[in-house]
């Protein structure tokens, strides 16, 4: 991989330091990771304690099983895969079965990924994200999103991450782009005849 | 870094299913910034849809996180983890133990082959204006700023760097009075035990220049060396430890580590006691675990599991070698004791192994090597040749 470098090997870095007992490296851990999960949190629940719970929850069990875990081979996957599932399964005790999160679990049992369904219902997502787009996706679709624009995942971490196939990721997001596609055109060539 | 031509026709959803464009508008660097702007120069008909792709990126970044937040979860977390702790001390160091064991992950990745140059690297580079090896004899001199410099007799001369003060042989001399970098040589013959204000603990090696900043910044704590080194870095998450050589960097957390970059040596190596650090080159980015070796000989990088010890041997005075070189051997010696030892070509190849005292005088060093190798030794003042016994 020719990543640009840093950014990318720095979760791995801290991981085999704390593995090696260097306990400060847990703390750089948790602050080169968790304002992710906070922001991912806060697009499927508005439930902030819920997100705090759930990234705690997986901190301290990365911290407590440390010893079999010191094979991982990537750290920032395996902790944005067991925060998720810690969410879900806290959606799940709690019953709310209502708006995006209802969704979602539909997904999760259902693996739906196909065309048509672009009518949604309004899902309520939290995080800074423009209000046309709500009504374009699905949960399981925008945590695609998230994935790709906002962590800048390959399509492949993203496939193998949700365990589903290349191609399905693929067409998720070509999709979805050519649905907002007129929206930004639009805007674009409106601020561009303002200004000649 | 791809051709600008590549994308004379790109839409709006071709920009955001490409790698390289959702990279450069994610974490820019500066090369992806001029990239951009010549393709856009090249290319004016394609910035409406460049544009609009920009946009949908930075309106998909996440709002912002609050900091209170992602504190206030850590303490929660550590209040949970420190008692876990302390139910578990009586096994802890065992289970680190193994652990480190199983940790051998070594990572290799090509960086871009135009990669940026380490602006960290540059600036100490272009602040050492004197030959690598233009190390005067003499005294152990710290040099604090233009005017400023103070010379040290002692053979292992202590020096301390507190947040207001330095402390040198008990004298006690204000901040205010240094500039932004602060420059340590270290000659042939003298060492020298160099504490930072962060706490980090370095031991300075005969022939060795060692550049740093006086106060560290917030983000950033770098230094730079010719020579050998063997650091104990104080942990601090928030400030990653840099250690610049003339062709690698090693980024560090906190750990025990030596490096040995002496440029007349053409050859560099870093030997890792505990904790972790990346080594970056030009070319590659390596990362170690404890007892890796690295090295690197006219960029040609190999890592290693081995016995650190004797790497790290010589802050206690010890140098132990291991099927090592007479000649290198010699080299050494050269170094530590400040003097100058010819080798006569037929002894030079020689393999040795052994542990010699350096607190010892030079002769008895070479009383013992000739004991444990057939050589033999004349001097001539501060000049010592070793010659091949005659059988």
């Known amino acids: ?196 | 870094m791809p051709n600008p031509g590549k994308y004379s026709r790109y839409s709006f959803e071709e920009f955001l299913q490409d790698d390289f464009f959702i990279r450069s508008m994610k974490n820019p660097t500066g090369e992806s910034s001029v990239f951009w702007d010549t393709f856009l120069s090249e290319y004016p008909q394609r910035a409406a849809e460049f544009n609009a792709a920009r946009k949908f990126i930075g309106d998909m970044a996440a709002g912002p996180v609050s900091e209170a937040v992602v504190a206030g979860t850590w303490t929660a977390i550590g209040r949970r983890i420190g008692a876990a702790q302390r139910r578990r001390i009586g096994y802890s160091i065992t289970a680190t133990a193994a652990a480190a064991c199983a940790a051998i992950l070594i990572f290799f990745y090509i960086s871009p082959a135009d990669g940026p140059q380490d602006p960290g690297r540059d600036r100490f580079l272009s602040f050492i204006s004197a030959g690598p090896d233009s190390l005067p004899g003499g005294e152990v001199s710290l040099k604090l700023s233009d005017h400023n410099t103070v010379y040290l007799p002692d053979a292992e001369a202590v020096i301390t760097y507190d947040s207001t003060t330095i402390e040198v042989r008990s004298e006690v001399i204000s901040k205010e009075e240094t500039a932004d970098l602060n420059e340590l040589v270290v000659p042939y013959g003298k060492r020298s035990v160099l504490t930072l204000e962060d706490g980090t603990k370095i031991w300075v090696n005969a022939g060795t220049r060692l550049v740093y900043t006086a106060r560290f910044g917030r983000k950033e704590r770098e230094i730079y060396v010719d020579g050998e080194i063997f650091l104990d870095v104080a942990p601090d998450p928030r400030r990653p430890f840099t250690v610049h050589t003339r062709d690698m960097s090693a980024r560090v957390l906190g750990t025990r580590f030596n490096v040995q970059a002496y440029p007349s040596d053409g050859m560099s190596r870093i030997a890792l006691q505990s904790g972790s650090l990346k080594v970056t080159t030009d070319r590659e980015d390596v990362l170690l675990s404890p007892d890796n070796i690295y090295e690197n000989v006219n960029g040609a990088v190999s890592v290693r599991e081995g016995d650190v010890t004797k790497y790290i041997s010589w802050i206690d005075g010890l140098y132990i070698y291991q099927s090592e070189r007479l000649d290198v051997i010699a080299t050494r010696l050269e170094r530590y004791y400040g003097v100058t030892i010819d080798i006569e070509p037929s002894a030079a190849g020689l393999k040795c192994s052994g542990k010699l005292d350096m607190k010892e005088r030079i002769e008895e060093v070479l009383n013992v090597i000739s004991r444990t190798a057939p050589v033999s030794y004349v001097s001539d003042g501060n000049k010592y040749t070793i010659l091949t016994r005659l059988k």
């Open chain 1, 1 to 196: 991989m020719s990543q640009g470098g840093d950014k990318k090997n720095e979760p791995m870095l801290c991981w085999a330091g704390f593995i090696a007992g260097d306990d400060s490296a847990f703390a750089a851990l948790y602050e080169l990771l968790a304002p992710n999960l906070f922001s991912f949190g806060s697009r499927f629940t508005d439930d902030g304690e819920l997100v705090k719970d759930c990234v705690q929850e997986v901190f301290v069990r990365l911290y407590r099983n440390r010893r079999k875990l010191a094979g991982i081979q990537n750290i920032r996957s395996y902790v944005q895969t067991a925060f998720r599932n810690s969410l879900i399964s806290e959606f799940r005790k709690r019953k709310l079965y209502r708006h995006y999160i209802q969704s979602y679990l539909a997904e999760e049992q259902y693996g739906s990924l196909e065309d048509g369904d672009t009518d949604g219902p309004d899902h309520g997502i939290g995080g800074g994200i423009p209000a046309v787009f709500k009504s374009l996706l699905t949960a399981r679709q925008m945590e695609i999103m998230h994935y790709r624009f906002v962590e800048g995942m390959s399509i492949e971490e993203i496939a193998v991450l949700l365990d589903i196939n290349y191609q399905s990721v693929a067409n998720t997001i070509q999709r979805f782009l050519k649905k907002i596609r007129k929206f930004y055109l639009q805007a674009e060539y409106k601020s561009n005849d303002g200004a000649s």
